[in-house]
């Protein structure tokens, strides 16, 4: 996302500059460093030459190095947890000692192989697809709507709906705190890092993926007509009416749907974090599709045909 987002402004066209303004305006209304974090990303108060630079810089050298040394730090991983996962059928107990293969040629092999078909594909793309550039850059001309680049176009949604502090800072926050958390949640069954290990696992993780992508376009449709009637929650503090009370909503229907699994679908504790995470990457895919297509000028809700 670091490479996308920096990558983003270098054509200089409009779409390309709008896009990182309203992306780096969100950084704003993060707590305490917020404006202090926008100045640096941009090189000062508005984005301008002093930006391009700061983006050519991190885009061309100072994340190609990062990510070398994460892959690096990956790998690292992989060997001292002496390889990777070996898939079997579900209920097979994991080996103690499951078959090796040395790290060369076998496994230098196969990562070639992957990055040169990756690259293949990259240049397809770059050869059939049309980008083209737009206009130049004006800053003086705001094209309608201002639109983040897609894959933040699930967090521009969500501040059409909730207070900018818990939109771009808290409810991500909390996202970010779950992935981390997955690892080290007491599992009772070890299922040798294979997703979907059975078959209730797999129904649970469907019907949390269904909940997500049914559940947020009514939430979404709900907002709008609440804004539109002036709802009781419009009336209460904006930090309250927009923040809290939908945060804690949040979290009791995210509880009450683990708890409901485990209580009338009895299921693991395995197959609970699995029907979570996909709850939450349906609700935020419905997100992201809804920022991209269904918001026309103004960012009004509408339909793309």
């Known amino acids: 996302m670091a490479a996308n987002f920096t990558g983003y402004l270098l054509p200089w066209d409009q779409l390309a500059f709008w896009a990182v303004t309203v992306s780096s305006g969100m950084l704003e209304y993060i707590p305490l460093v917020g404006e202090a974090l926008q100045e640096a990303v941009r090189g000062g108060r508005e984005i301008g030459p002093q930006t391009l630079k700061t983006f050519y810089a991190l885009h061309t050298a100072v994340i190609p190095v990062a990510l070398s040394g994460l892959m690096a730090f990956h790998f690292w991983r992989v060997r001292k947890a002496r390889g990777l996962v070996v898939p079997r059928p579900p209920g097979a107990p994991v080996e103690a000692t499951p078959e ?3 790290t060369v040629p076998d496994l230098l092999v196969r990562e070639i192989a992957a990055a040169l078909v990756v690259t293949a594909c990259v240049l397809l793309l770059a050869t059939f697809g049309q980008a083209p550039l737009g206009d130049q850059a004006n800053p003086g001309l705001s ?6 680049p897609w894959y933040f176009a699930g967090l521009q949604e969500l501040l059409l709906h909730l207070h900018p502090v818990f939109a771009v800072w808290v409810w991500p926050t909390l996202a970010v705190l779950g992935l981390l958390a997955i690892p080290y949640l007491p599992y009772p069954a070890d299922t040798g890092g294979i997703w979907f290990a059975s078959r209730s696992g797999r129904k649970t993780s469907a019907l949390g993926l269904l909940a997500g992508i049914l559940a947020t376009p009514l939430l979404i449709l709900a907002s709008e007509l609440g804004a539109a009637s002036g709802s009781p929650a419009g009336l209460l503090a904006p930090l309250m009416g927009r ?6 909503v949040l979290l009791a229907a995210l509880g009450g749907f683990g708890w409901a699994l485990k209580r009338h679908g ?3 504790a395995n197959e609970i974090v699995q029907a979570l995470f996909a709850l939450v990457l349906g609700a935020y895919g419905v997100l992201t599709v809804t920022g991209v297509w269904f918001r026309g000028a103004g960012m009004t809700l509408t339909v793309p045909w």
């Open 243 to 248: 923040g809290l009370i939908p945060t804690g």
């Open 266 to 268: 009895r299921a693991s």
């Open 143 to 148: 094209p309608n709507p201002t639109r983040a």
């Open 100 to 102: 090796q293969a040395p």
